[in-house]
């Protein structure tokens, strides 16, 4: 299904131009936005809320420099459910060049993955990989130890 992104939520969610919610495959992003969770990940990792919601705006603002009022691709993983516990769409994105959004926010260092979802996509291991290796080497917002203790345990 071809969409246009109309509105960027966070660095892993965006609405499209036909109202559709939808929400990275196998990938997570700090929040940006006041919520409870960012006062769960404030207190689990000792990281104060300002911090974390700018993690969260440098995440949403890499995804808009590469989505916002572009035409993608959404597509359905065949190991995914159709949709989340909250009614957002699952997908991978694709850009008009056969470029893996999932994959490419990953690549630069904005984003984890998801390990409530492990072996629940059939890219879970090669995101992990990608994941590990830009961890290693500080690239992105790895470099920022704050951007570290939120990453969740895969």
Do not use: H
């Not at 919520?35 to 949403?60: M, P, R, V, Y």
């Not at 993955?113 to 994941?131: A, G, L, T």
């Amino acid at each position: 299904m071809q969409v246009r992104v109309k509105k960027i939520l966070s660095g892993d969610r965006f609405l499209t131009d036909n109202g559709l919610e939808v929400k990275l495959i196998g990938i997570n992003t700090p929040p940006k936005d006041d919520s409870l969770k960012i006062d769960e990940l404030s207190q689990s990792t000792g990281i104060n809320s300002d911090t974390i919601k700018l993690l969260g705006a440098l995440c949403a603002e890499f995804t808009e420099n590469y989505l916002k009022n572009e035409k993608v691709f959404l597509v359905k993983d065949i190991n995914n459910e159709d949709t989340d516990s909250t009614g957002k769409i699952s997908r991978y994105v694709f850009l008009d060049d056969g470029t893996m959004f999932n994959k490419t926010i990953l690549l630069y260092g904005y984003a984890f993955v998801n390990p409530d979802e492990r072996n629940s996509f059939r890219e879970w291991k090669d995101f992990s990989s990608i994941m590990l290796y830009i961890r290693s080497y500080f690239l992105g917002l790895w470099i920022n130890p704050n951007f570290r203790k939120l990453q969740p345990k895969l």
